[in-house]
């Protein structure tokens, strides 16, 4: 009986800090999809207590992975564009298996022509499925420039554009995102102190478990921080990794273990 009590009371204890303790980064890892032509590769820098980063170049497509494909979660945090030059995309990576296959979420401040292609000021839920899954062969600039309609390997799966739905410089918004909670819901919450701008939920089964991580576009000086996750179920890896990213993804993660 003594121990069951002890039980309880150290799970409940886990319980409250996974929810209420930010989430160690120095786990996650950068990737950028640093296309021939176009920008750079993204420089994200770790702060010193290890629970936010900030991406500091005008980058091409750059993210910070958490490394953990799972289902069945809840992440929140806040981020912000910390200056006032540019006008380009800050946003999310979810459900992501490879580097071509994955679901974004992002925001432009600004429209704007680039790469043949058009981005509306606002927010958009996209889906990137590629053949290979490196998405250096299967996606371009293009795909992650264009948020108006489907282009290549991109389907858009919800919009909320506008002339006055852009993020505004420095300003702290709230992210909140339930993945795969209702099998096959992407639910996801922007918020603006506390006040809604965007709460959609798309319905695609598409991925239903991958990891999660920070992404921006064109965009330099994103802070992220704070992020907490709630529940999550962690999966083994889809087969389409092992067998199609092996040679990339799998061979440098089976050496960086040993
Ligand atoms: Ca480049
Ligand atoms: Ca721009
Ligand atoms: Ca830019």
Known sequence: MKLKKIIIAVSALFAINSYADPIDLSSWSELTLNFPGGQNAGNWQLSADKTSVIQQINADPSFYLNNINQTSYSMDGSWQVLTGSDDDYMGFVFGYQNSSNFYLFDWKQG??????????????????TGATGDGLTDLSLAEFWENGSDYGDMDILAQNHGPAEGWLDGQLYDFHLDFNLTPGDIHIEILQNGVSLWDVTVHDNTFTAGQFGFYNYSQQSVRYAGFEQTGGEEVPEPAFIL???????????ITKRK
Not at 111 to 128: D, F, L, P, V
Not at 243 to 253: A, D, K, Q, S
């Open 111 to 128: 429209s704007q022509s680039y790469s043949g292609t058009y981005a509306n000021e606002g927010m958009t839920i996209k889906k990137m």
């Open 243 to 253: 067998l199609f990213g092996f040679g990339l993804l799998g061979l440098r993660r």
